[in-house]
């Protein structure tokens, strides 16, 4: 749906009763579902914060990051929205957040090198 | 390896090993999801994250993971705050509200929720947001709900919208937390603010009434400088919901509003607004009028996401203010030629929205031009050759989709978009029904030449699309007398295929340059000119023409006019053949019109279509003619569909019976002119005196009245001497048209002219011979129909001198009183509208029934609802007779000569115009019963 898209086409499309709403960054598609009434500049302005606190987070992610790391990543994404509602909007604020609790979890089962995994991105799974 | 775990397997090993196993994946993660089940039964915890965390993963590539369910709340449950951890991210990935563990989780929340550790009471919030049942919800809304007075905004927030989750699951919570829910509005942190406004957002939408109380805060948050965009967003939002319910708060609004969409820098926000102002500002011009303007701006703008945005907004407002459409006409054009196919459909349901009468001509040739481009794209596999600067997207996209497909919706929407103005508009008042766009004869020719013609000619549209413009074509030339020359001139243009370009637009180009007075001289004088071009076409010389050829010239040579399309256009050809200015090229298009793919009713349109060209024809014509047309005929004798086959034979015995040179004997049964009716006139011509309509016509004594017409038949068959051409012709008029009209009208006819004991029996048994219900009663109902239809000829020869052929005068009289109740000829009232369309088939089917039906008794398309329609006829043939004959006593004619002439004229009608739409006589009856039976 998203895939076949052009750069210079929207990045709105339209589902059923739903809209995709998706961002490209290089080769990685941020992908989210949302409302018809929803904001779509919002939308796409909330993916791509996203991006950048996942950037900040992992220190200019990669894809690689996202596929070893995916608990993390859903773990930050689960400090942006809760429900698929946007909890916070301080980048700074989430960043916090999201490192306090990987201190609370120290002694985490932290394993060596990434590995790889197809280049979409999960958040499509997690906003309603 | 870490953490004393040994030869356990790591999440990074598995998703290497996975990535190694490409060929036998599903193997390869089979034997894994074992292993991992193993790792899951065993006690040491360590173990066990692992496992579970494994298994997260697999879940997310999309592998049931069920099974473990158990072992992710025990991981869940773990002290360690890194198990619980992946423990909650494995349960809110995988956990169903049908998982049945989930009962066993509550108790994990409750504790994770009131022991005050700040990660474990985020974690367990996270998760429950994912997982809430209403179950669950009833459970935890207490301690959720103490969670907002947290000292932690981190905390407040979480929970806050945890709750909104609690509430749409499970809604008794509302009323419990709404004190503590306002509180939050005005809370001391900014974020836990933003979280509100969001709840609150959302569940106004649900029920916007319950949160008018709230607008005021609300309002104070919106005008409070120091509130941010995203949470500005939300409530703009949140007033967009309101201010339908509550106009007072809309006036309010207009200042804060209108002030933010003048000093914001953030689209979404301005969007936002306007969007707000399309919902519930629409009655203050002068957001209204910023509204348009930014949304103007949008369009404008390169970025597609704003361009597309701008178009969804644009299409509320100008529901609501179409004269804004005016400044953004062009830029909404301009947005036609989109890459993207969502903008351009947005942009078309735009364009319909400021289309009037004024503009239509404009905006329909440019959505033609539009049509026409996009349907070259279309049809041409190569995007790339076609249209070099397409190259780069027909590249990306092909491997995914081909562009046709993408591109239908599109074309499609096109068309009907220019096919609206020609729709007739019913409404219950006769006066306001009619064409809304086009009012005069120019517009109407304009319409049928330009859109018409033009998109008949467009390759690749739906056949739903090209039915449309065929019963357009159908419709608009029996509704508009003024537009049948030109029909009949886009008909034939478009019957020639191969040259149709050419021809329509020599047409076009010509009729948009001359007013609407004039135009039919022009006509005249174009005519010499197409003629020979059809006649170029027919011979085959595909001479290359001059004019420069655009994209759709090219696919046009290969398709050919689509069969539903060939027969509205040879209708309309045939249906007003008298109005052709060569009819000997005119039926040569018909004749050579490929019949390749067209279905039976097709293809007899295609032939009575000639048929009626050549009956209308003058002397020197009609001999040029006959032999074109008989071997026509004669070719299509042995078709492969029966119906045609029929058709054939009738015209072939027809054609015999013309003796060549000897003028045209077919034209003498057009001479009347039949004009359509109004359906409620009929029923104002009161019963003639003395008529009683339920008195048998005829006493035939005991046996039925088809017994005793075979019985007559067979004695008179032996001597019958097959007659001279002439006969033979007579024969063919009678057969048909006795059998296809029951001959009722005879009734009366055969006491004063003597035709003595076969007249007598025909009417009735031919009237049952009509009717299904009797098909199978006779013995002779298996006789071929052609076998019946010479005998009656054979029979009827006896008495050829009882025929004359002059067309009464005095049917064309009745017809034009007739006419006079109907307000004018041209409008047709809603339900002849719909029996225009509708009668089409079964007009061709009384036909086919009254010569066929009889033999085979398995005609499939005699089902019960024709059955019906035919009896119905039958009932109002004896009243149509009454009016008739009644008409004729007033009229100090003899009553003979009325059945006569009303006899003929149903011949005539039955022979060569037995399609419904031109047939007075079919019309009339089945309206008449309509309404009588009402």
């Known amino acids: 749906m998203v895939l076949p898209r052009t750069s210079k086409m929207c990045n709105v499309v339209d589902r059923a009763d739903e809209k995709v709403v998706y961002k490209r ?98 958040s499509s799974a997690r906003r309603r | 390896m870490f953490n004393g775990i040994l030869f356990q397997q790591s999440l990074q090993d598995l998703v290497k090993g996975i990535r190694a196993h490409r060929r036998d994946e599903e193997e390869y993660i089979r034997s894994k999801v074992a292993e991992i089940a193993e790792e899951c039964r065993g006690a040491d915890m360590a173990k066990k994250t692992t496992a579970v965390l494994k298994l997260t993963h697999l879940q997310m590539m999309g592998h049931s993971v069920g099974f473990a369910s158990f072992h992710i709340v025990e991981v869940m449950s773990s002290p360690v705050f890194a198990s619980k951890r992946i423990g909650y991210l494995a349960a809110a990935q995988s956990f169903s509200p049908t998982t049945d563990v989930l009962l066993l989780t509550t108790n994990q929340f409750k504790k994770d929720l009131t022991n005050g550790k700040l990660q474990d009471c985020s974690q367990a919030l996270t998760c429950l947001a994912k997982l809430v049942t209403e179950d669950l919800g009833r459970d935890l809304e207490h301690d959720v709900s103490l969670l907002l007075n947290s000292p932690r905004p981190y905390i407040r927030k979480k929970a806050l919208l945890v709750l909104f989750r609690l509430i749409m699951v499970h809604p008794d919570t509302l009323p419990v937390v709404s004190q503590r829910f306002k509180d939050r509005l005005v809370d001391s942190d900014p974020g836990v603010v933003c979280a509100a406004v969001t709840v609150t957002c959302e569940l106004a939408r649900a029920s916007p009434k319950s949160f008018l109380s709230l ?168 995007a790339v050759i076609l249209n070099g600067q397409r190259e780069t997207f027909s590249d990306s996209t092909s491997a995914y989709m081909p562009v046709t497909d993408q591109e239908a919706p599109y074309r499609q929407s096109l068309a009907r978009q220019l096919l609206k103005a020609g729709e007739y508009k019913r409404s219950a008042q006769t006066a306001k029904s009619g064409y809304d766009m086009l009012l005069t004869g120019d517009d109407f020719a304009w319409y049928t030449t330009a859109i018409l013609g033009g998109l008949a000619e467009i390759p690749l549209l739906s056949n739903e699309i090209r039915n449309k413009i065929g019963d357009q074509l159908l419709e608009l030339t029996s509704r508009v007398e003024a537009l049948r020359p030109i029909s009949v001139k886009v008909a034939l243009s478009l019957l020639s295929a191969r040259r149709k370009m050419s021809a329509v637009r020599a047409i076009v180009d010509q009729k948009e340059t001359v ?68 009819p000997v090229a005119a039926a040569e298009i018909l004749i050579s019109f490929p019949r390749k793919g067209l279905d039976s009713a097709d293809q007899v349109r295609i032939l009575t279509a000639a048929m009626k060209v050549y009956a209308s024809c003058h002397e020197d014509d009609a001999s040029r003619l006959h032999n074109v047309i008989r071997r026509f005929v004669d070719s299509l004798v042995d078709n492969q569909f029966a119906e045609v086959q029929e058709r054939a034979w009738i015209f072939k015995t027809l054609l015999t019976a013309c003796v060549e040179g000897s003028g045209n004997p077919l034209a003498a049964l057009f001479e009347g002119k ?245 047939s007075f006589v079919c019309r009339a009856i089945s309206l008449e019963v309509l309404t009588w039976l009402d």
């Open chain 2, 215 to 382: 607008a005021p805060l609300l309002y104070q948050l919106l005008t409070n400088k120091e509130s941010n965009n995203w949470m500005l967003i939300k409530i703009v939002k949140l007033m967009g919901v309101l201010t339908p319910l509550e106009p007072r708060l809309g006036k309010k609004l207009v200042e804060p509003l209108t002030t933010l969409m003048r000093t914001t820098r953030a689209k979404s926000l301005l969007y936002e607004c306007c969007s707000t102002v399309t919902s519930g500002l629409m009655a203050h011009p002068e957001a209204v009028e910023l509204c348009a303007q930014r949304l103007g701006e949008f369009m404008d703008e390169s970025d597609q996401n704003l361009k597309y945005l701008g178009l969804l907004s644009m299409k509320k407002l100008i529901q609501a203010h179409p004269h804004l459409a005016l400044e953004h006409r062009d830029n909404i054009l301009d947005c036609l030629d989109d890459e993207d196919i969502g903008i351009r459909m947005r942009a078309l349901e735009l364009v319909s929205e400021f289309i009037t009468k004024r503009t239509l001509r404009d905006i329909s040739r440019i959505l033609l031009k539009k049509l026409r481009k996009a349907s070259a794209e279309g049809f041409s596999t190569d």
């Open chain 2, 515 to 582: 007013s609407a007075e004039d135009m039919l001289g022009v006509e005249e004088n174009g005519e010499p000119k197409n003629a020979t071009e059809s006649d170029t076409q027919i011979n085959g010389i595909s001479k290359n023409p001059d004019q420069p050829i655009g994209a759709c010239s090219q696919s046009s040579d290969e398709a050919l006019l689509p069969p539903t399309l060939a027969a509205s256009n040879a209708w309309v050809v045939g249906e007003y053949s008298e109005l052709i200015e060569d």
């Open chain 2, 674 to 918: 039949l004009i359509p009716v109004d359906y409620r006139a009929q029923s104002k011509i009161p019963v003639g005196g003395g008529l009683d309509l339920n008195q048998p016509l005829l006493d035939t004594g005991s046996d039925s009245l088809f017994t005793h017409l075979l019985k007559t038949i067979e004695t008179k068959v032996d001597d019958g001497d097959g007659g001279d051409d002439d006969n033979l012709f007579r024969e063919a008029v009678f057969a048909n048209s006795t059998l296809s009209f029951s001959g009722v009208q005879m009734g009366s006819s055969n006491s004063a002219s003597g035709h003595g004991p076969l007249l007598a029996g025909l009417p009735e048994a031919v009237d049952r011979g009509n009717n299904p219900y009797y098909l199978g009663a006779t013995s002779r109902s298996n006789t071929d129909a052609k076998t019946q239809q010479d005998q009656l000829s054979m029979t009827e020869s006896k008495s050829p001198q009882q025929f004359k052929y002059d067309i009464p005068q005095l049917s064309t009289e009745a017809a034009a009183v007739l006419a006079e109740e109907s307000p004018s000829g041209l409008k047709l009232s809603d339900d002849e509208r719909e029996l225009l369309q509708s009668e089409v088939k079964p007009a061709d089917e009384r036909l086919e029934a009254a010569f066929k039906g009889a033999f085979d008794g398995t005609n499939s398309k005699e089902t019960g609802k024709d059955g019906k329609r035919k009896k119905k006829k039958k009932k109002k043939s004896k009243k149509d007779r009454d009016s008739a004959s009644h008409k004729g006593r007033d009229g100090k004619e003899p009553a003979v000569e009325v059945s006569l002439i009303d006899f003929e004229d149903a011949s005539a009608t039955s022979s060569s115009r037995e399609e419904a739409p031109s």
């Open chain 1, 25 to 122: 960054y290089a080769s990685l598609y941020f992908v989210a579902c949302t409302d018809r009434d929803d904001n779509e500049l919002l939308t796409m302005e909330l993916l791509h914060m996203f991006v950048e606190v996942l950037d900040s987070y992992f220190g200019n992610v990669c894809e690689l990051d996202l596929i070893f790391n995916f608990t993390r990543s859903y773990w930050v994404l689960d400090e942006i929205f809760i429900s698929g509602e946007l909890q916070e909007c301080s980048k700074a604020a989430i960043l916090a957040a999201a490192q306090a609790s990987d201190a609370a979890a120290e002694p985490v089962p932290e394993f060596g090198p990434r590995s790889m995994q197809p280049p979409q991105s999960k």
